[in-house]
């Protein structure tokens, strides 16, 4: 899935599972909404362990009353992905209220209150920076970490923000331009790099990076922006060709400092794992992340 922010910090595709009570809702971030899992909603309200066969009946009865939903990736139990319907707040209502259930009312105003926030960080981004740089320190993240993280969050939305403007609109491209300013910032690509920290699919590569590869990946991004407006770059080839010489740019600072520190500054430590170390400290400031979930 594509990693593009849409409006306010949160990145396309971010897949962040939220609470109703006891009860966990998978939610994804797409096209600048949260969509929830259908079955996820149904299972909390009628409270039954065939959810997929109670929503099955639910179409079938009362097709024309829902709007169209959308089918999505999910991570399930078992580690693995599958293509689950979902919909946005606006349909999910819409679904509770063919539900009879005493729990309807309390999940609508429930849901009424997840619009609100992101309606207040679409009208003011430093919100949902503030409730990220809280969620980061109640997680214990350093203060220089997170400072750093914030800046790379800012810098990424700038990035994909120019590419929307320069003719980038499909998903695909986004990953595309990413991956290969990624691979030629660090060697690898973001898949092998996650691999190198034992991330799993949904884990996030950016939020589980040491302070010295957050800084080069924002002096990659920056530096493709740069070049982009300077060659005045429109369509995906020539976006493309910035994104492979602003990963370039900061290739070349990473093996420079790689040769003074005399080892790789790509590292396996991450967060999730628990094993991050200050290995750069010593070298630049801060890095890790308060988006509203995951880059």
């Known amino acids: 899935m594509t990693k593009q922010p849409i409006g306010g910090l949160i990145p396309e595709?971010?897949?962040?599972?939220?609470?109703?009570?006891?009860?966990?809702?998978?939610?994804?971030?797409?096209?600048?909404?949260?969509?929830?899992?259908?079955?996820?909603?149904?299972?909390?309200?009628?409270?039954?362990?065939?959810?997929?066969?109670?929503?099955?009946?639910?179409?079938?009865?009362?097709?024309?009353?829902?709007?169209?939903?959308?089918?999505?990736?999910?991570?399930?139990?078992?580690?693995?992905?599958?293509?689950?319907?979902?919909?946005?707040?606006?349909?999910?209502l819409r679904i509770v209220q063919s539900i009879p259930s005493p729990k309807a009312e309390p999940f609508k105003r429930w849901?009424?209150?997840?619009?609100?926030?992101?309606?207040?960080?679409?009208?003011?981004?430093?919100?949902?920076?503030?409730?990220?740089?809280?969620?980061?320190?109640?997680?214990?993240?350093?203060?220089?970490?997170?400072?750093?993280?914030?800046?790379?969050?800012l810098e990424r939305k700038a990035l994909t923000d120019m590419w929307k403007e320069r003719g980038i609109t499909h998903g695909k491209e986004y990953a595309n331009l990413t991956a290969a300013n990624h691979l030629h910032t660090f060697g690898r690509t973001p898949a092998e790099h996650k691999s190198l920290k034992g991330l799993g699919?949904?884990?996030?590569?950016?939020?589980?990076?040491?302070?010295?590869?957050?800084?080069?990946?924002?002096?990659?991004?920056?530096?493709?922006?740069?070049?982009a407006e300077v060659r005045d770059a429109m369509g995906f080839d020539e976006n493309m060709s910035a994104a492979i010489d602003g990963g370039r740019v900061a290739g070349t600072a990473r093996e420079a400092i790689q040769q003074r520190l005399g080892r790789s500054v790509v590292s396996s430590d991450s967060y999730a794992a628990g094993r991050t170390k200050k290995i750069s400290a010593q070298i630049v400031p801060g890095l890790k992340d308060p988006s509203a979930d995951n880059l």
């Open 13 to 92: 595709g971010e897949f962040s599972p939220t609470l109703f009570g006891e009860n966990e809702i998978r939610r994804i971030f797409h096209n600048g909404k949260w969509y929830l899992c259908i079955v996820d909603v149904v299972k909390c309200l009628a409270e039954t362990d065939n959810a997929a066969s109670y929503w099955g009946k639910m179409k079938a009865r009362e097709k024309q009353r829902f709007p169209n939903w959308e089918r999505l990736k999910f991570l399930a139990p078992n580690g693995k992905e599958y293509a689950m319907e979902a919909a946005d707040p606006e349909g999910i």
């Open 111 to 153: 849901l009424a209150k997840v619009g609100y926030e992101r309606i207040q960080e679409d009208q003011d981004p430093t919100i949902a920076i503030k409730r990220g740089i809280l969620r980061f320190k109640a997680q214990g993240r350093e203060d220089s970490w997170i400072n750093a993280r914030v800046k790379g969050i």
């Open 201 to 227: 699919k949904k884990e996030s590569l950016r939020n589980n990076m040491t302070e010295m590869e957050v800084i080069l990946t924002m002096l990659a991004e920056r530096s493709t922006q740069e070049i």
